[in-house]
């Protein structure tokens, strides 16, 4: 009850202060209103500045911004745009034991201090940035904000896309822990937030050390080098990109780390001739081993066969189309089936109404073809594929 008391007070003052056009960033109010601030940060669940804007009927683009152009400095009173050279040449002091003498006093003032942070932003920060300079207030606001937005917020990810955040918290509050606690989060359940995959991968700009090393570090610890099992971990797609990239295949990146994970053996299929892949096919289709692409490629030198013969046909299905196999789009199972039936209605239907509905008008026709596209390539792959189960 006295929290609410206390929200309906502060919003109250807040719409006052705006009426009068005074300025409303917080290191404004801090100056000129202390007390409304620290009213604001001692509500209970977490309020925060923006919120009390939010919630009197503002926000950051209807309010007045003030920024001083100048700072006192402490000791003699002199209004200076920054006071490094004046406290060494005045007062004989550095800055350092100026700022032990009067703990949280500025050296230099609040326009520099946004114009230095604005320069420092190279990223587009995942949020925009509301106030101009940095303030413990700010960083627990924006801490906030981006939880309420749904951002992960652990220090891995704060430290990757808010290295700014992240270092004021620890300044400010000693550590990240303690900065969520101020914000009335618990540090153990926001460590258990599920890891972002959508961050930059660390191997965009990776040289071919860099590559060689991780490939080195990963024969040592026992883990695996084959393409087909670094493609399913993380940033493991990125990681064969940038090698192929770098080397021009990924056999290239293993040799240039010495590493031979078939032992010396050497896929048949590097060199086979057209004739000599058309030769394996047959052979396959005769004693019944499966043809298929996913069971082809997850046999040794299944992979290389199958490059060699998209080398020759354009792929593995064009292939055994070329000697008159798979005729048939896709060796359906149950639910293949099924699909391809409906497809089939669906297209014999959506036909049938184009035809009626270009008697009447033209105009309903629109959505159909992509609607068919659509449903094409989400059930049959192709064209092709589409003509042969149309003419079966
Ligand atoms: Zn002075």
């Known amino acids: ?123 587009r920060p995942v949020l925009q940035r509301w106030e101009d300079i940095w303030s413990p207030e700010y960083v627990l606001d924006r801490m906030a904000e981006l939880h309420r937005r749904k951002f992960p917020l652990n220090f891995d990810w704060s430290k990757e896309h808010e290295s700014a955040l992240a270092d004021k918290a620890i300044r400010d509050f000693g550590s990240w822990d303690e900065a969520l606690r101020r914000i009335g989060l618990d540090p153990a359940r926001i460590r258990l937030f599920r890891p972002t995959w959508r961050g930059k991968s660390p191997w965009r700009h990776a040289n071919k050390a860099a590559v060689i090393a991780e490939l080195c570090r990963r024969e040592k610890a026992k883990k695996a080098v084959s393409w087909k099992k670094i493609v399913r971990e993380q940033f493991g797609p990125a990681f064969l990109l940038r090698a192929t990239k770098l080397f021009g295949t990924w056999g290239a990146a293993l040799d240039a780390a010495g590493l031979d994970p078939a032992g010396g053996a050497k896929s048949p299929w590097r060199r086979a001739t057209k004739s000599a892949i058309l030769e394996e096919i047959y052979r396959r289709r005769r004693e019944g081993e499966p043809l298929r692409w996913k069971q082809v490629v997850s046999v040794q030198w299944g992979q290389s066969l199958v490059n060699r013969a998209a080398r020759f046909f354009g792929s593995w299905n064009d292939a055994l189309r070329a000697i008159g196999l798979n005729r048939r789009p896709v060796e359906a199972n149950g639910r293949t089936r099924r699909k391809r039936r409906l497809y089939v209605r669906f297209v014999v239907e959506r036909a049938h109404a184009n035809r009626c509905a270009h008697r009447r008008s033209s105009a309903k026709r629109t959505d159909a073809p992509c609607l068919i596209m659509r449903a094409r390539c989400s059930v049959l792959g192709t064209l092709h594929c589409e003509r042969a189960v149309l003419n079966h």
């Open 1 to 123: 009850m006295a929290q609410a008391q206390a929200r309906k007070s502060v919003i109250r003052e807040i719409r006052q202060l705006h009426a009068r056009r005074e300025p409303l960033n917080i290191s404004a109010v801090k100056r000129n209103h202390p007390d409304l601030i620290e009213r604001v940060y001692a509500v209970r669940p977490f309020w925060g500045w923006k919120r009390a804007l939010e919630d009197a009927g503002l926000d950051y683009s209807k309010i007045n911004s003030e920024l001083l152009d100048y700072i006192d400095c402490k000791i003699c009173g002199k209004d200076l745009g920054a006071l490094s050279y004046h406290l060494v040449s005045q007062h004989q002091i550095t800055p350092e034991e100026y700022r032990q003498e009067y703990p949280g006093a500025a050296i230099v003032c609040e326009t520099i201090r946004a114009a230095i942070s604005r320069r420092k932003q190279r990223h």
